[in-house]
């Protein structure tokens, strides 16, 4: 199992942990709360529009077949829209009813409870998108989509939750009931204390899906290991130089190494006639025992900054994955712009159009990788 995979798992076991401990909260009263604001919600004006959010049925009880609130009227004229004994309540009145009906549950150390799960979760979620940056490319279709998945893994705010639940419909709506619409978009009384609720259960919640993707991430990183393990070995002999092709800082690059006795190549220097670009690519990964991975700034952006080639990006992947971490060195030009998944990756940065600058630590991984003495 790899490094990498190690982690993911590891990650994994930490957030099952924090996933189980959820069972704390079974006894917390959360399901009374839950109960109460759903039942009080069956009483809703089923509107979150300005004043309208906090309009229920008389007594909070369900409204009777054919009794129903009108967004539109309101609470304007009863003959006009709305049909039933609807009443106007604040959000603090239905919140303090809710609790009452519930047992005036105290949340305070279930509160706590969750915060700590939550800071905890927000760590593991973090070393689990930094073990992501560092997957070397180049990506299949799963481990594209898992990845992805984790991306999307976080923590709810609670008044995102609350929000969540709001009756908000598409396009126009008519509105004759001027206080109400003045009022804009509110959360319903009911709403705010399922909102809370799903927010004390969140970090739980999260840590189970966390858990889910890091475990699933770490068995494929390891089965893919073990399909192409057999092929690490590396018996080559070359310095491989991967670069854009518009800047010429390659060649400075290649007479420095061919001085120092050591033989190069890049994948245009030699024609190919014969080949596909893939069987190129795989001769030239057979013979690299080290490359050097030349990130120049020649390809502008759309918001203005300016990257490497995407050929650059591509070899970065290749022989990574072939050499490993400490013999696919990025040499990171100033001003390029940095790919996503470069953290993690060595590299050596070196000024605008002076790779020379940079010659003297490409010498120190040279020799701690024992290509020179």
């Given at each position: 199992?790899?490094?990498?995979?190690?982690?993911?798992?590891?990650?994994?076991?930490?957030?099952?942990?924090?996933?189980?401990?959820?069972?704390?909260?079974?006894?917390?009263?959360?399901?009374?709360?839950?109960?109460?604001?759903?039942?009080?919600?069956?009483?809703?004006?089923?509107?979150?529009?300005?004043?309208?959010?906090?309009?229920?049925?008389?007594?909070?009880?369900?409204?009777?077949?054919?009794?129903?609130?009108?967004?539109?009227?309101?609470?304007?004229?009863?003959?006009?829209?709305?049909?039933?004994?609807?009443?106007?309540?604040?959000?603090?009145?239905?919140?303090?009813?809710?609790?009452?009906?519930?047992?005036?549950?105290?949340?305070?150390?279930?509160?706590?409870?969750?915060?700590?799960?939550?800071?905890?979760?927000?760590?593991?979620?973090?070393?689990?998108?930094?073990?992501?940056?560092?997957?070397?490319?180049?990506?299949?279709?799963?481990?594209?989509?898992?990845?992805?998945?984790?991306?999307?893994?976080?923590?709810?705010?609670?008044?995102?939750?609350?929000?969540?639940?709001?009756?908000?419909?598409?396009?126009?709506?008519?509105?004759?009931?001027?206080?109400?619409?003045?009022?804009?978009?509110?959360?319903?009384?009911?709403?705010?204390?399922?909102?809370?609720?799903?927010?004390?259960?969140?970090?739980?919640?999260?840590?189970?899906?966390?858990?889910?993707?890091?475990?699933?991430?770490?068995?494929?990183?390891?089965?893919?290991?073990?399909?192409?393990?057999?092929?690490?070995?590396?018996?080559?002999?070359?310095?491989?130089?991967?670069?854009?092709?518009?800047?010429?800082?390659?060649?400075?690059?290649?007479?420095?190494?061919?001085?120092?006795?050591?033989?190069?190549?890049?994948?245009?220097?030699?024609?190919?006639?014969?080949?596909?670009?893939?069987?190129?690519?795989?001769?030239?990964?057979?013979?690299?025992?080290?490359?050097?991975?030349?990130?120049?700034?020649?390809?502008?952006?759309?918001?203005?900054?300016?990257?490497?080639?995407?050929n650059v990006v591509h070899e970065v992947g290749l022989f990574q994955g072939r050499l490993g971490f400490t013999k696919a060195i990025v040499?990171?030009?100033?001003?390029?712009?940095?790919?996503?998944?470069?953290?993690?990756?060595?590299?050596?940065?070196?000024?605008?159009?002076?790779?020379?600058?940079?010659?003297?630590?490409?010498?120190?991984?040279?020799?701690?990788?024992?290509?020179?003495?």
């Amino acid at each position: 199992m790899t490094s990498l995979s190690d982690e993911f798992a590891s990650i994994a076991e930490q957030a099952d942990v924090l996933a189980d401990q959820a069972t704390e909260l079974d006894d917390a009263g959360l399901s009374r709360l839950e109960e109460a604001a759903k039942s009080i919600g069956r009483a809703w004006s089923q509107s979150s529009l300005g004043y309208q959010a906090n309009v229920y049925y008389k007594h909070f009880s369900t409204p009777p077949a054919g009794h129903i609130f009108s967004r539109e009227w309101g609470l304007l004229g009863m003959f006009q829209g709305s049909v039933g004994e609807w009443e106007r309540h604040s959000a603090d009145e239905v919140v303090a009813i809710i609790h009452s009906r519930a047992g005036d549950v105290d949340l305070e150390p279930v509160r706590q409870a969750s915060e700590a799960i939550r800071t905890a979760a927000k760590e593991l979620i973090e070393k689990a998108r930094s073990a992501g940056a560092r997957v070397p490319l180049p990506y299949d279709a799963y481990l594209t989509e898992r990845l992805e998945g984790l991306a999307r893994i976080a923590l709810p705010s609670v008044r995102t939750l609350q929000r969540s639940m709001m009756n908000v419909p598409q396009g126009n709506v008519p509105v004759r009931d001027m206080q109400a619409y003045e009022g804009g978009w509110q959360v319903a009384g009911h709403q705010l204390v399922l909102g809370e609720m799903a927010y004390i259960r969140s970090p739980y919640q999260v840590a189970v899906d966390l858990a889910e993707a890091c475990r699933a991430i770490a068995a494929h990183l390891e089965a893919k290991d073990s399909s192409v393990g057999p092929l690490l070995v590396q018996t080559g002999s070359k310095v491989f130089i991967g670069h854009g092709g518009g800047s010429k800082e390659y060649l400075a690059l290649g007479v420095w190494l061919a001085d120092e006795g050591l033989e190069w190549e890049v994948f245009d220097r030699v024609p190919a006639a014969g080949l596909s670009t893939k069987e190129r690519l795989s001769e030239m990964l057979n013979r690299a025992q080290i490359a050097f991975l030349l990130m120049t700034a020649e390809d502008e952006a759309s918001d203005g900054s300016v990257r490497a080639r995407e050929n650059v990006v591509h070899e970065v992947g290749l022989f990574q994955g072939r050499l490993g971490f400490t013999k696919a060195i990025v040499l990171l030009e100033e001003g390029c712009s940095e790919f996503s998944n470069i953290l993690g990756l060595g590299q050596i940065r070196f000024p605008r159009g002076n790779i020379r600058g940079a010659f003297d630590e490409i010498r120190q991984v040279l020799r701690r990788e024992g290509v020179l003495p």
